[in-house]
């Protein structure tokens, strides 16, 4: 994907347990989005690999680290009128891991929610749709 010269790039984890029941969120403690729940995620610094930035944020934000999983890079939405990029990478744990941090409050969700619900999910409606891309490919997904 081209990305703007000034383009800022950020980026969204979908972590899965390892039985696939349950996916990781954060509750939002600041603004956007405050009080909502998302993806963990971060911002990719300027000259930063995309995947490289992805396992950084996943490590400072959750203490999950690359031998835990393998993110694999699902899809791009890019914002032209804001000049930002969001690259949203997926994986599946490969053991059970304690995820923590202090950014946002960390849980693991459970797949039956309506993730397009934006009175308790960021994004207007974007987790409900990765989450539906996800689940119709993910037979192709290298989890």
């Keep these: 994907m081209k990305k703007g010269l000034f383009m800022q790039g950020y980026n969204l984890l979908v972590i899965f347990s390892e039985d696939m029941q349950t996916v ?3 509750k939002r403690k600041r603004a956007p989005y405050q009080g909502l729940s998302n993806f963990p995620g971060g911002k990719i610094e300027k000259g930063e690999d995309g995947l490289h930035a992805a396992y950084r944020e996943l490590q400072e934000e959750t203490a999950i680290t690359e031998a835990d999983v393998h ?3 699902f899809m791009d939405f890019t914002y032209h009128a804001f000049d930002l990029y969001l690259e ?3 994986g599946r ?3 059970t891991v304690h995820a923590r941090g ?4 960390l849980y693991w969700s459970a797949l039956d929610h309506d993730f397009f619900d934006e ?3 960021a994004g207007e409606g974007n987790i409900g749709h990765i989450l539906r891309e996800i689940e119709l490919y993910q037979d192709k997904i290298p989890l």
């Design 71 to 73: 993110l694999t890079h």
């Design 119 to 121: 009175s308790q999910y």
């Design 102 to 105: 202090t950014e946002n409050d």
């Design 24 to 26: 990781l969120m954060c």
């Design 93 to 95: 744990l490969r053991r």
């Design 88 to 90: 949203v990478y997926v």
